[in-house]
Structures are given as C-alpha cells and as structure tokens.
Nanobody
C-alpha cells in the first residue's frame, strides 16, 4: 500500500511559521520528485512548491516565493514545506504528491490525504 501522509498543519496567526512534513510509506519513491499543492474552499487545487529527487532543483508559486521553502530528506523518505510569514490567504488544505518527474501542475501520480492550515488575521 503506497501512502503519503502529511502532518504539521494547524491554526496560527498571521506572520507565524509552520513546517509541514510528508512521509512516504509502502515504497521508497526512489527517484521521484515531490510536490506540495493547496486547495482553499471554493477554489481549485493550486501548485505551491516542488523539488526534484536529488533536491537540487526547487520550484515555487509566485505567491509563496521568498516565504516558503521545500526540502527533502531521502534517507527518511520525507519532504518538508517550511512556511514563514504566513498570511490569511495561505489558509487551505495542503497536499503532498509524488511523481516520477517534477511537475508544477496537478498531474502527480500519488497524493496524500491533506493537512489543514488556517491562518487568522
């Protein structure tokens, strides 16, 4: 059973930080790129950040560039999303995903169940 499990979401005030984690189980996703997406109520799922297998290439949505950092620890089969200077508009369910190549679209093969991030003003 392939699983991606997100954690680290919560309710925070604007200007705060959170770190999301996404652990993979069932397979190592060796060689796989990983991505983070988010979906706010009434909106479509949108790309947030992505990272290639070796971690040398990262990609960000303009809305989070300079505030969010994606990273990965392949030994732990885990990807992270460090979110700083959070804004109310960052409120959404955050999903991690895995695919054999880096994508900035939601065409990933594997998805987690999501973790809620709520930023109060």
């Amino acid at each position: 059973q392939v699983q991606l499990v997100e954690s680290g979401g919560g309710l925070v005030q604007a200007g705060s930080s959170l770190r999301l984690s996404c652990a993979a189980s069932g397979r190592a996703f060796s060689g796989y790129a990983r991505g983070w997406f988010r979906q706010a109520p009434g909106k479509e799922r949108e790309f947030v950040a992505a990272i290639n297998w070796r971690g040398g290439n990262t990609y960000y949505a303009d809305s989070v560039k300079g505030r969010f950092t994606i990273s990965r620890d392949n030994a732990k089969n885990t990807v992270y999303l460090q979110m700083n200077t959070l804004k109310p508009e960052d409120t959404a369910v955050y999903y991690c995903a895995a695919h054999y190549t880096v994508l900035t679209t939601a065409d990933y093969d594997y998805w987690g169940q999501g973790t809620q991030v709520t930023v109060s003003s």
